[in-house]
């Protein structure tokens, strides 16, 4: 019974110790852990993980910062208490893993492609509306002349 105790045991730490830096908790629970546990995974990451990774946290952290409802306005109003700002910006990623982060950065970056299709979609519409108005225009012009 020992043995099997033992066993399970070392191979518990053995698989402890096997996990990988994209799935290692991010520790911004202050500004210099962060910057800590940021080096410590960017250090065992390929260059192609690092890459994702910090434009992930570009993302996620930058949109975090800005109210929906307030866009830059509300930026540069948060702005006003830097503190309160930096705590917003290192909870969005406190606690999360590299994969988290570049998961939720897609989600993110696939919600704003979403709206500017949507806002295309409706600019081509008022296009298209304005064009059969301004030929409708032209053919009753074209009958008077």
């Given at each position: 019974m020992r043995i099997t105790q033992f066993t399970?045991?070392?191979l518990a730490a053995l698989l402890a110790g096997c996990t990988k830096?994209?799935?290692?908790?991010?520790?911004?629970s202050?500004?210099?852990?962060?910057?800590?546990?940021?080096?410590a995974i960017e250090a065992q990451l390929s260059p192609d993980e690092k890459a994702k990774l910090e434009k992930a946290?570009?993302?996620?952290?930058?949109?975090?910062a800005i109210l929906k409802e307030g866009g830059i306005l509300a930026l540069l109003a948060a702005a006003k208490d830097?503190?309160?700002l930096q705590?917003?910006?290192?909870g969005a990623v406190n606690g999360k893993t590299p994969r988290e982060v570049i998961a939720q950065a897609d989600a993110v970056m696939k919600e704003r492609a979403q709206a500017e299709l949507?806002?295309?979609?409706?600019?081509?519409?008022?296009?298209?509306?304005?064009k059969?108005?301004?030929?409708?225009t032209s053919a009753i012009l074209s009958t008077i002349t």
């Open positions: 399970v045991l070392v830096p994209i799935d290692t908790k991010i520790d911004a202050s500004e210099k852990n962060y910057k800590e546990s940021l080096a946290l570009g993302v996620v952290v930058f949109s975090s830097p503190l309160a705590t917003k910006m290192l949507t806002s295309i979609n409706q600019e081509i519409a008022d296009l298209q509306k304005r059969a108005a301004a030929d409708k």
